[in-house]
């Protein structure tokens, strides 16, 4: 790979943004990227969205950004993946750069899922899922991930409670992340009290949806800037697919896709698990922490929540994980959140985490999920 | 630019698809172009799609059509620039390849609008405008280029009459594209008589909605099979943007977009219109041809339509366009519509189009617009 930098981040605060506009959150992001990095525009915009058709009636995000940014008449386009569509729209400015058709990129990824009613977000959140198949048989995204989780819990005999350790987590580190939705504590007593929402995964297992956006600014390396801040540097970048439907997999509990780009990004970066200082993964739900963390070698398979259980994840262990909050606490506009996690492992890079800082962090994994799995995308950042 | 090649295509016919789903389309044109190419499958598939989340309730179509098409693991989004996603997923392919992140890539434009009711359809396909300013006012897609073509016979003094060779041709060449869907001859008398859709656009002026998708297989060059066959390559590839609203533009009656991505692709490939062979332009409405042909350089400002008058425009003409029957009559299922002409170009430079081929064609441009001219993609292909 043509090595990249970013040399530039943004993001907006996580929240229902009733009197800011889709278009307004992605431009704050960019500008946010650009003003970081001392630039004025870029040669490409990638646009990670996933549900504007359906909750903003507004296709065409890419044009639509650039043009209220005032990046006049630049390439842009928006990348969708499902949830992984902020991943996606990082790697497509990574490829635009390698490729020498831009001299820089900017992503932004994007969601504003406010403004409709709860039933109307549950449906279009939906349509990562199989329509014909899947939704059609009435199961939503948060059934469909209540089926995996009694499933794992069934195989491997854990109980609820001992998924608890993931969210626990993600709210410490929240409250000391400015842009995050949920900057509460909470503990073990809460979770056990937290209601149902599809058996067996309650409110606390969940990633509550919100407005933002995050952004980044990619380079080749010998265009950043020497001024002094630390060099991010992309070492390794790879997607994967798996089946669209969960009953298609042979194996519903090991997410293929992580694990086989993980594997790649692994390669290309000269690393392995034992390398990696944290973590940001894709915990939309407490389940997908469980398996994000085997898939990608850092647990047996069935061991994962043994890594929250013995304090490994938090930003004091041997594997920090959403130390930023995550998508359980940071919140997760799912078209934004891969570039939330990107913007964060930079900033774990950079040094700029205060009471979540992992100490003399200097390679970065993040892990951005769409679907149950179907499409996952995984970037290995490290600091020079 | 790295050199890329094309070495497998594939199509289905534009039509009201009925009994074939939104995947099975994709998958039809995308087997039929690995098979094309005689290969078993490639690294990565970028999905151009406009509007699958409002007409199918399906999101996610790079994790879905890459499990269809059995092409298990692969990496795969979907890339949407409205009207331009066809030749968006092109770009995203090339610049895959072009990187080194892929060593094959497919791309494909899918659409499938004939589902909804005509209504519905017409809302979907005001979201590639912006939702806020132009939507919000009541004008629909047709109404926008409506302006365009009123404002562009007052200040250029042109008659309704005057774009009717356009559609002429169009619906001329179509006859002979199997996967066309209007294959019928029309007359200047029929254009005459023909209903009012939004003043002064009328029905033969509107390309016809359709269910349909193209697919191609992209490669390094020196990985390109010598089989025979003409190589054919890509040597230039450029996209810009413009205004997402026509309102917002200094000058409504130019594509700027279209101007900027024709310069950067002619650059690239070291041709000027003058080598240009064969133009397979965005005739949505015949408005957009007359505005395309100005703005990459074959006509001056205002002139567009005497391309249409004098002849140049027909097979045998000195400037071919929508030799395949274009939009307006091979069909405009949008989101595909780019993958079409690219597919189209590729087909012209190998000889295989019968009685609408132009004579030694070597040098194809292919430019495909998304919304009222925001995002316009220029490609240009050579057969070696």
Chains 1, 2 share one sequence.
Not at 150 to 175: L, Q, T, V
Not at 324 to 342: D, E, F, N, S
């Amino acid at each position: 790979m043509q090595p990249v930098a970013v040399i530039g981040i943004g993001q907006t605060r996580i929240d229902e943004h009733w009197e800011v506009s889709l278009r307004d959150l992605a431009v704050e992001a960019v500008l946010a990227a650009l003003h970081d990095a001392g630039w004025e525009s870029a040669d490409a915009l990638y646009v990670g969205n996933m549900l504007s058709p359906l909750v903003s009636s507004q296709n065409h995000l890419g044009a639509l950004v650039a043009d209220w940014a005032g990046l006049k008449n630049i390439e842009a386009a928006k990348i969708e993946a499902a949830c992984g569509s902020g991943a996606a729209a990082f790697r497509a400015g990574l490829m635009a750069v390698a490729s020498g058709e831009a001299t820089s990129a900017l992503a932004v990824g994007v969601e504003k899922m406010t403004d409709k009613a709860g039933r109307d977000v549950t449906a279009a959140l939906a349509t990562a899922a199989d329509a014909d198949y899947e939704v059609e048989q009435g199961v939503s995204f948060v059934g469909l991930n209540a089926l995996i989780m009694r499933r794992y819990m069934h195989e491997y005999g854990w109980k609820p409670a001992d998924f608890a350790a993931f969210s626990i987590n993600a709210h410490a580190n929240a409250i000391h992340n400015p842009f995050a939705r949920l900057r509460q504590k909470i503990t073990l007593d809460d979770y056990g009290k937290a209601p149902m929402v599809a058996t067996p995964i309650n409110l606390l297992d969940a990633s509550p949806v919100g407005d933002g956006a995050a952004a980044a600014l990619i380079v080749p390396v010998d265009a950043a800037p020497r001024d002094g801040r630390p060099l991010v540097t992309v070492t390794g970048s790879a997607a994967a697919t798996d089946t669209i439907a969960i009953h298609s997999r042979r194996q519903p509990l090991f997410l293929e896709a992580a694990h086989t780009s993980a594997r790649q990004a692994y390669a290309q970066a000269g690393v392995g698990p034992e390398d990696i200082d944290l973590f940001e993964l894709h915990d939309a739900f407490s389940i997908m922490t469980a398996l994000s963390l085997e898939a990608c070698g850092f647990a047996e398979r069935g061991q994962g929540p043994r890594l929250g259980l013995d304090g490994a994840i938090t930003p004091r262990g041997r594997l920090p994980v959403c130390t930023r909050g995550g998508l359980k606490a940071r919140g997760h506009p799912v078209g934004a959140t891969g570039m939330y996690q990107i913007v964060e492992v930079v900033q774990q890079l950079r040094g700029e985490c205060g009471p979540t800082q992992v100490a003399e962090a200097r390679i970065g994994l993040a892990q951005n999920i769409g679907g149950s799995g179907a499409s996952i995308i995984t970037h290995i950042l490290k600091r020079d």
